[in-house]
């Protein structure tokens, strides 16, 4: 795999997606916030003590982007079930 290309997986084990993480590091400088209450893919936060307010921003700022994602998504689902006629031109 080459340094920069994205590296994705169909994969649900964990096992073998470390495998894969351990053959071809991923180098990119993301956060990605998972599931907290999975055991399998819960997220790792930093300590408080090293970061402080950084989880709490962090599940903050998902949350608005989740609530931001959902009316983007229903604006366009309402653009592609209804007819043009619906809407006035900008």
Do not use: C, H
Not at 9 to 28: C, F, G, M, V, Y
Not at 51 to 74: C, E, H, W
């Amino acid at each position: 795999m080459k340094i920069g290309r994205e590296r994705v997986t169909r994969s649900n084990d964990a096992a073998e997606i470390a495998e894969l993480r351990n053959k071809s590091p991923d180098t990119k400088e993301t956060m990605e916030i998972g599931r907290d209450w999975d055991k399998t893919w819960r997220n790792y936060w930093p300590q408080e003590s090293d970061a402080p307010g950084f989880k709490q921003t962090m599940l903050d700022f998902f949350q608005v982007r989740t609530g931001s994602n959902m009316r983007y998504i229903r604006v366009v689902l309402t653009i592609i079930i209804r007819p043009a006629t619906n809407f006035t031109p900008l």
